[in-house]
């Protein structure tokens, strides 16, 4: 095959002439799909291989390349391991005799099947590499690789073996889909070598220089194995994984700047000047400057004529939900609907409740809930469809085929990071020229600002309402326990309520963990005189809601939940919140739980509390959420502690991540670094800026909005 004939951009099939092949379905369901793709599967390892040696230059943790007479083979069955279907095992010992001396050594396989144990007791003479290590003061080998080799080639002379052993590169693939290391070895040895110095590069060379940025084709041929054994060295292999950092960050902001173009010249609808002053009249309070600005933001954006995608970012309890209102009361106000997507029923039940209590009768508000019956679902499909609803408040029902809006003019939605990408997309594609509203109780960590959300226009409300009493945390250890209880009675008796979460449902051995059902009992035991109830995710949604509105109506004292509770809840009457394991949580988690009391004019008080010893890094990270209230500071200690990958779903993107040397938590510098460098390159560099540009529009992940 010719280079002539395929290029980076090339789909894979060209690599197996055309012809169907599992190995490049499972790649292209990964997202690898052309050549280039392939480029950023990166080995775990590239090892210099040594030269076939004498067993006299065998020594213990080195790699050793020999060649050697196989003298016996023996075979012993391991009764203690089992294959595939129960299929027995053996344990295999080879003994051979080195070419170049009279030397010997046993190389050892564990656990074989019975085709390999086989395959080695049929080898007369052989190449073998392993790492060597000692057994009763003998060397030996476990688990070499090992070729068979005939026995002309084995009489070979001394020095025909030194001529025609040439410095050798191993480089080993990960296992990626099932697809072994040997298979994916065997993809790149089919690119032809020539292709290897055609690779593109996307950096003028004065940026490169100033960067200290080794090319890039030298970079993937560095960390792909493919050069001179002799030049492959560790200062190398970091120049190269540098020049690679920086890429990915690159090209991420190369798309971010594609996707907010294609939005921009999308037309949006333009909503008339509603009376938005008016609409706050509506509430009981003042909204704060934050509040207020951000309201001004998505006026703006709903006036530019192209479609609003712009995330609401503030902490627990800033008031995003009224700005949310009021956006969605100024689109009904133009003959507009508004969806509010929820990632729980319970949050939706609590919108659809509070929304419902400030607006009156002047407005249609009504919910769609999974757990409705089918006689309500229809009822509620209909009056949408024939635009007798204002606002639609529910969970992902609202994006299922049977739900038609008359006139849908905006989509928002809560807790935007419980939602996939397509998710989102699928409702706000229910209107025409669409709006979307994106809200967050998460900060987010300005590195994840520059790249999973630097697309969208970005509003963040610090302030919290004058009427916010705050919120007190203390870490409880089994000295200060008792006080507690104490302290919650007192809250209780006062008429206050208390959530208590709990990080299981049912009892697990394997993890030391208090669980909903033990704590339950425990409370009860605690406190005969006050009403306390359980709630977690596997209720029926219906239980689940009655329990919510229970607790809202003040029925019950001290509600015990696993943490369903996280998300969105309000009851200003709340303001204990305990919280057990505390350690089993992420920051972030505990924050958001934290901010579900002190939420009215009563100060609130959050307990982690812990009735066993817990290690002093435990401690430390539960310091955080102890000493601080900012949001912002406790999210970038979780994405450092933590990692990006799990904060905020970085798997909900639709897209799965190939993403393997570049970290938002290390190399925050190299990622500011390449956004600057994209708005020289745009500036002073217009024609590569054009060429990068049309070169990444091709790619469909310009086609995600979020």
Not at 5 to 17: A, E, F, R, Y
Not at 546 to 575: H, M, W, Y
Request: aromatic share 8%; with cysteine; charged share 25%.
């Amino acid at each position: 095959m010719s280079s002539n004939d395929i290029h980076w951009n090339s789909p894979l099939k060209v690599l197996t002439g055309g012809r169907k092949s599992k190995t490049i379905d499972k790649l292209d369901n990964r997202g690898i799909k052309t050549l280039f793709d392939l480029l950023w599967l990166l080995p775990l390892r590239t090892t210099p291989l040594p030269k076939v040696q004498s067993f006299n230059g065998l020594c213990e943790d080195s790699l050793f390349k020999g060649v050697a007479k196989v003298l016996s083979s023996r075979d012993q069955a391991n009764f203690k391991a089992k294959g595939k279907g129960r299929t027995p095992l053996s344990n295999v010992t080879l003994t051979i005799q080195d070419r170049f001396s009279d030397q010997m050594m046993n190389l050892k396989w564990f656990n074989c099947y019975p085709s390999q144990v086989k395959s080695l007791k049929e080898y007369s003479y052989i190449y073998f590499m392993g790492s060597v290590s000692s057994f009763m003061n003998e060397f030996q080998m476990i688990s070499p690789e090992v070729e068979e080799i005939t026995s002309i080639d084995f009489q070979k002379t001394i020095n025909d073996w030194r001529e025609n052993d040439v410095d050798q590169l191993k480089v080993t693939y990960p296992t990626i889909e099932g697809i072994s290391p040997h298979h994916l070895s065997g993809l790149f040895d089919k690119i032809p070598n020539e292709l290897w110095d055609a690779i593109p590069e996307n950096l003028p060379e004065s940026i490169r220089e100033e960067r200290k940025l080794m090319g890039l084709k030298e970079a993937f041929k560095v960390l792909h194995g493919k050069v001179e054994p002799t030049i492959f060295t560790n200062e190398k292999v970091d120049q190269a994984k540098d020049r690679l950092i920086y890429q990915e960050f690159f090209q991420e902001q190369i798309k971010i700047k594609l996707r907010k173009k294609f939005l921009k010249g999308e037309p949006g609808i333009i909503l008339k000047d509603s009376c938005w002053k008016d609409l706050l009249d509506i509430f009981p309070y003042n909204l704060t400057e934050d509040q207020d600005s951000a309201l001004k933001d998505i006026k703006e954006d709903l006036h530019c004529g192209h479609p609003m995608m712009r995330l609401i970012q503030g902490d627990v309890g800033s008031g995003k939900t009224s700005v949310a209102l009021v956006t969605a009361l100024a689109m009904a106000n133009d003959h507009y609907q508004t969806a509010i997507m929820c990632p729980t029923e319970s949050l939706a039940l609590q919108h659809y409740l509070t929304f419902k209590e400030l607006v009156k009768d002047k407005y249609s508000i009504d919910i769609l809930l999974g757990s409705q019956t089918k006689k309500e679902k229809e009822a509620v499909l209909e009056k949408l469809k024939s635009h007798k609803t204002d606002i639609i408040i529910g969970t992902h029902s609202l994006i299922q085929n049977s739900v038609f809006f008359a006139k849908l003019g905006l989509s928002i939605i809560d807790e935007q990071h419980k939602f996939g990408v397509e998710q989102r997309l699928s409702l706000v594609k229910k209107g025409e020229n669409s709006h979307c509203l994106l809200m967050t109780a998460t900060p987010i960590p300005r590195s994840l600002s520059l790249t999973q959300y630097g697309d969208l226009d970005i509003s963040i409300i610090r302030q919290m309402p004058s009427n916010r009493k705050g919120t007190q945390t203390r870490i409880v250890g089994p000295d200060t326990y008792s006080k507690y209880l104490s302290f919650l009675k007192t809250r209780i008796s006062m008429g206050e309520q208390a959530y208590i979460v709990v990080p299981a449902i049912e009892e697990n051995p394997e993890q030391d963990m208090l669980n909903l059902e033990v704590v339950l009992k425990k409370y009860h035991k605690y406190f005969p005189e006050f009403t306390i109830k359980g709630l977690h995710g596997r209720m029926k949604a219906e239980e689940k809601n009655g329990t919510f509105v229970e607790f809202r109506e003040k029925q019950i004292d001290i509600l015990i939940s696993t943490s369903v509770i996280e998300v969105g809840i309000n009851n200003p009457n709340a303001t204990v919140m305990t919280i057990l394991n505390p350690e089993r949580f992420g920051l972030s988690s505990l924050h958001q739980m934290r901010g579900r009391v002190g939420r009215g004019d009563k100060p609130g008080f959050c307990f982690l509390v812990n009735d066993r010893d817990v290690s002093q890094a435990s401690l430390e990270r539960l310091g955080v959420i102890e000493k601080s209230s900012d949001g912002f500071k406790i999210a970038e200690e979780d994405l450092r502690i933590r990692g990006e990958g799990d904060i905020f779903g970085r798997e909900q993107s639709g897209v799965k991540s190939t993403r393997v040397v570049s970290s938002l938590i290390h190399h925050q510098e190299t990622l500011e670094n390449a956004k600057k460098d994209l708005e020289i390159i745009e500036s002073e560099f217009p024609d590569t800026f054009s060429h990068l540009m049309e070169k990444y529009s091709r790619d469909d992940l310009i086609n995600k909005t979020v």
